[in-house]
């Protein structure tokens, strides 16, 4: 398994908030340096642990003009084809299926990878930002130490940071609704996902990734199997996270329940009724009013508005000339 540094992992954290806030270009960016450089460390892998035999095969196929430290990623994707490494790093190194790294369309991501380079010439769509970073999702956790966080670090003061952020989204919650919908990109990424939804998902279940999976299978409106693989993600979400965010636990079993499928879910009813017993009032609170975080904001902005006012009021009648 290959390891990842502190900067490359923060990189892959980074992407869901990236795509969440359109940030098409960054996330692409980032997601194309960390693939760039696992295929590198899958290369010195390569030479490092195969026989001699092979290893001078594999030097001897870099270009005369260029170091294997120097090869493009073009380049590198070239070689790899050509020797067939992937398959030879899944049997000889890893000695287990890695079927990310041989089914991923290598020409995509390159094509990704160069618009990236000249962001004024090619700008890069939703559909790119999210093609190449679903590939790195896939092939960091089929490949690296990477895990997917549930979750998400706070500062040392949280609930101000929350505050400020729900102010923010109060305010502009509208217009960015119209914009995310009515986007054509949005619409772009819609279909790629309902056309991938359901694979990417079972492959994230098998890595526990059940956030990733459930954000996965929700883009694939066309799967027949999409209520049950939602209904089994969000209860393996739920006992993941009920430990430490028992809020959403409750919630993620509330989902579960409210999916319109055949089977028994009195199994989900015990589990998020023992839940109950176990949290806090304020907890049990927050878990049945799930818009009371949005609401404290906006009533927060209505005083201050009304304080505004009447200050204001009171500066009239002080001066009134």
Known sequence: MLKLDVEEKKKIDSLRAKLNQGEWFEAASSAASVLENILWKIHLELINKLPPKKQKEILDSVPVNKSIDRLTLGDRITLFRNLDLFK?????????PLPSLQLIDWNKILKIRNSVAHPRE?????EQAYEISSALYL?????TDWKPH???A????????????FIALFIFVLTVMYILITSQDIQNTKKLLSEHGEEISLLLEKRGAYSLAIWAIK???????REVLLYRFYKLQAQEVKDYDPVQSYRLYDAA???EIVGDKSSVKEWQEDLWQKMTPIDQIRAKNPNIEYIIPGGVIGLIVLYSRLKKRQRM???PD
Request: charged residues 30%; hydrophobic residues 35%.
């Open 88 to 96: 030879l790093y899944s049997d000889e190194v890893e000695k287990k």
């Open 122 to 126: 090619f700008p890069t769509s939703a």
């Open 139 to 143: 092939i960091a956790l089929e490949t």
């Open 150 to 152: 549930s979750k998400i």
């Open 154 to 165: 706070v500062t040392n003061n949280p609930l101000f940071k929350k505050a400020m952020i």
């Open 219 to 225: 883009g694939d409106k066309l799967t027949n199997s």
């Open 257 to 259: 329940l409210d999916l």
């Open 317 to 319: 009648y002080r001066n």
